[in-house]
């Protein structure tokens, strides 16, 4: 291997690249915008969602009741006449909960030697991640209008009380956990498919071989096609730091060097996914149609967004064999609990081997083909 | 029949016979719905199971022992590690050993008596969905615990109080033990058939013209709507099997059937469909080579699922997000499939997202015209 050749053949590749606007656009605009878009998706958050009442009692207590849930923002309530027209609300998914106040509430409520007023509560279980969101709030706040409701004040409370503190992020905002899980998702997906389609395409278009008729070896080649990829990707890594912290305000907590670091190396163990699959594909929708297989485990089984403790157990040790768990695994570590070396050493091992495993393999094979 | 309907129909014929060629693409339409049906009907919840959490319990009775065996029967937790106090907590949170720690106070049985008990919750916020959702489960059971029962064994009893004002009874329509297997069941078809249509049109379309046979088809007496048209149809009939294979795949895998009616179903495809096809066909008239083709559609089909709440609902998403999600017809085509696969719904209640997938069809068409007449001409 000559290093001035390769050095030419780098540059090369750098001045085609930077020749193509579409090529240069996907490679800074997509993982921004992706960035951005991931960002804002997940909400722990519960605001604004449509709540159908059917009061049959129509007192001072029920109106109280509702006024009670509006002026909470949880729930923004709106009544019905018929019992018909809130079922059609919850199918038609206008409404995400229902309440039914029955003709008796304001009566039972007042006579304390009564059975407790029953109300009933519905949700619209199709959307289960928001009715399992919404059914705390909506219990919680019956409960604490109804102690105010009756007479005497409210009554001793049965239960215990439990007050919650979330650490490293106390208003448990979404935004933080996304940006980092973004970082695995560029670098898995976004490398792999573009690593895996420009070497499909240099090959089909025949550059490889009129490079071949040069003295360069393939390997030279090859790696004169990778190392600008990943400088670009490596890049894309500060780039897509300094957008969460200035337009999302999330910064790493940790040492933004040792992402850095971790990012360079995961880049270059996507870089020889992509080579991997690209010796196999004999056009590019092959390759990407591969890249796609691939990515969907990365995507759904990493713990991207899906926690990996919710996947039954032979899954969960199965996740442990993608790169990209270790690597989400890392990025969250790093951005959003400042861990360092000292405790993420288990997870930087496994993801070094996986490395030179793939690496090991991807250099075999620039060797073997043209 | 019209000489437009014979060309369609010719092109249509010619478009089935390289389908069944393309050997990659028929592997990719058995194994997408496959795999798609075992990820979501098995592996993948948004519920958090088999939650590590840790207890610090400088109480050391009965009751917070109860305590600790109630959160540990909700059936969401691991066993729970016993924490020395604070700064072992905070570095098993830290890192990311346990993912909760509740910490029971001393004079927690004093409080008790009181009528205040109190205990802390800490949380690894670094995951925030799970940290929200371990956070309000613990504090449902702790409220639930009887806590004058526990105490009654030294006291004397005193008159029982009602536990709450109101007795508020709940349940969950449609999915009553509030599976994400049903969440994610409802909508896989539109999520198959988003990744499809833009492969099939937007690449193909392209691929036609780098390969020169664009030009033939044109030599021939065909017009370019024709073509056009031809190459929807075979792409439509794809869609249809995609979504019959969906919908018997998670019937007879997972028992879980569509509850309203497949007519509505399959009507409303239709739109959606062609509102995806007609993407593809817009980014073949952007993109120079299929390369650029695939690289388009990707970032038109990631949004679609990000956005359009298959996976996370959107309904929780900051406005501006969540009306921008209203752009990709996977929006509207998961809410008309949720209507009639999990609510029941017949054709009246899906009007509306049916309306919008064909108002963005119309739009589509218009654009494509406009993009395509300068090459055509």
Known sequence: ?370 | MSRFWRNVLAVGYREARVMLHDQAFLIALLVQPAIMLGLYGGVISTQPANVPWGIVDRSQTALSRRLVEDVQASGYFLRPRRVAGYSEAHALLRRGTLLAVLVIPGDFRRAAERGRPRVQLLLDGSDPLAAARVGSYVAQVAANVDVRRELRASRPPRPPARAGAIDARQRFWFNPTLRDRDFFLATIAGMLLTNISLSLTGASLVGEREMGTYEFLLSLPTSALEIVLGKLLPAVAVAYVLLLAALLGSGLCYGFWPAGSWLALFVVTLPFMLASLSVGVLVSTFARTSAQAIFLSTFFILPSFVLSGVGLPYQLMPHGVRELGGLFPLRWYQIASRRIIERGAGGAEVVVPTLMLVLFFAAMLVVVRWRMKPRLG
């Open chain 1, 1 to 370: 291997m000559s290093w001035r050749r390769l050095r030419t053949l780098v540059v090369r590749e750098m001045r085609a690249t930077l020749r193509d606007p579409f090529t240069l656009t996907i490679l800074i605009a997509v993982p921004l915008v992706a960035l951005l878009a991931f960002g804002f998706v997940l909400s722990t958050e519960v605001k604004g969602l449509r709540l159908v009442v059917l009061d049959g009692s129509e007192t001072p207590a029920s109106r109280r009741l509702l006024a009670d849930l509006a002026a909470h923002g949880t729930f923004v309530p709106r009544r019905v006449a018929t019992r018909a027209a809130l079922e059609r609300a919850l199918v038609d998914g206008t409404a995400s909960a229902g309440l039914v106040i029955p003709a008796d509430f304001a009566r039972t409520l007042a006579r304390p030697e009564d059975p407790r007023p029953q109300v009933q509560l519905l949700y619209d279980g199709a959307e289960a991640v928001l009715a399992g969101n919404a059914e705390v709030y909506l219990q919680a706040l019956v409960e604490a209008s109804g102690a105010t409701l009756v007479r005497g004040g409210p009554p001793a409370s049965a239960g215990v009380r439990v007050m919650p503190r979330a650490l490293f992020n106390p208003r448990l905002d979404g935004k933080p956990f996304m940006v980092a899980g973004t970082f695995g998702f560029v670098l898995s997906f976004l490398t792999i498919l573009i690593t895996a389609v420009s070497i499909v395409n240099e090959r089909l278009a025949g550059t490889f071989e009129q490079l071949q008729v040069t003295p360069a070896t393939s390997v030279e080649i090859l790696l004169g096609k990778l190392l600008p990829l990943g400088a670009m990707f490596t890049l894309d890594v500060v780039l897509m730091m300094l957008t969460a912290g200035i337009v999302l305000g999330v910064w790493p907590r940790g040492s933004a060097l040792l992402l850095v670091a971790v990012s360079a190396y995961y880049v270059s163990i996507s870089l020889a996914a992509g080579l991997l699959i690209s010796g196999t594909s004999a056009t590019a929708n092959e390759a990407v149609q591969k890249t796609v297989l691939v990515s969907i485990p990365l995507v759904q089984l990493s713990g991207f967004i899906f926690p990996v403790r919710s996947m039954p157990a032979a899954v969960q040790w199965a996740t442990t064999l993608f790169p990209a768990t270790h690597y989400i695994a890392l990025a969250r570590g790093i951005y959003l609990r400042a861990e360092g070396v000292a405790t993420l050493w288990p997870e930087l091992a496994a993801l070094l081997a996986f490395g030179v495993v793939l690496i090991g393999f991807a250099l075999r094979a620039m060797g073997r083909r043209p």
